[in-house]
């Protein structure tokens, strides 16, 4: 079945599974996406307590999903990929299956503690992989790996796994070049930062409901001006909506 996609400006969105869509749209300069965390899903019986058997199988999944978004990368390019202590394991294990190393993890401090009982410390920080591909370099070395983007358990759009937009446009300015693919595109977080940076964006969102969602955000985003945007540079390698030169 062919995927749903809409066009807005510079954004193409597809409403689809991101494993059968990704290699349909050419190369990116950068890929930032949230995916789910695939923990204590039930597969151990006992949950929390023990949950290797879900961190296992987690690692097979995250295993394919870098090699498939490495594919899509040009040579210079960057992965971000959100995360938290949980899900750390398996995706460690599924970057070394996948002979993909993490070069940094970013520390997202929200300056608000999350809700947690009085067995354990109450979390505040979750964070974000950095995979590159070839000769990619950070303009900036002085930068920390540990960031602050305030946050809370309101969240503007409704996701129940949103991120702040302003951690979202802190990625894509710091990723360079003037493509950003997003696999797991919720409620259209890097798609708004990414289009009001003067970036072209690929999302991809298996959920309808959240697809909406994100392409009415989007198109708010789209339909603000951009000041003192310059133009983006020309891509290195292909472009998302098709095949490399």
């Not at 995927?3 to 050419?26: C, K, N």
């Not at 040579?75 to 070069?103: H, T, Y």
Request: include cysteine; aromatic fraction near 12%; hydrophobic fraction near 40%.
């Amino acid at each position: 079945m062919s995927p749903r996609i809409e066009q807005i400006g510079d954004a193409t969105l597809y409403l689809g599974d991101s494993f059968e869509v990704i290699p349909s749209v050419g190369f990116a300069d950068a890929i930032i996406m949230d995916p789910p965390y695939n923990f204590s899903l039930g597969s151990a019986t006992t949950g929390k307590l023990n949950p290797w058997a879900d961190l296992t199988n987690s690692s097979f999944w995250f295993r394919e999903l870098f090699r498939l978004c490495k594919s899509r990368l040009v040579n210079g390019g960057c992965l971000w990929s959100c995360l938290n202590w949980r899900s750390l394991p398996a995706v460690m294990k599924a970057a070394f299956d996948a002979d993909w190393s993490i070069e940094s993890l970013l520390v997202w401090d929200k300056d608000w503690i999350g809700p947690g009982g009085t067995r354990g410390l109450r979390p505040s920080y979750e964070l974000v992989a950095l995979m590159v591909a070839g000769e990619f370099g950070l303009k900036d070395r002085g930068l920390s790996d540990v960031q602050k983007f305030p946050w809370s358990s309101q969240k503007p759009f409704g996701h129940p796994a949103e991120k702040p937009e302003a951690l979202m446009s802190w990625l894509v300015d710091k990723s360079g070049g003037s493509t950003v693919l997003d696999p797991f595109m919720g409620s259209g977080t890097v798609g708004a930062a990414a289009v009001k940076a003067g970036k072209r964006y690929v999302g991809i969102e298996a959920d309808e409901r959240w697809f909406d969602v994100a392409c009415r955000r989007i198109e708010a985003a789209n339909a603000q001006p951009r000041l003192f945007a310059e133009p983006p540079p020309k891509p290195i390698q292909g472009s998302l909506l098709g095949d490399a030169a």
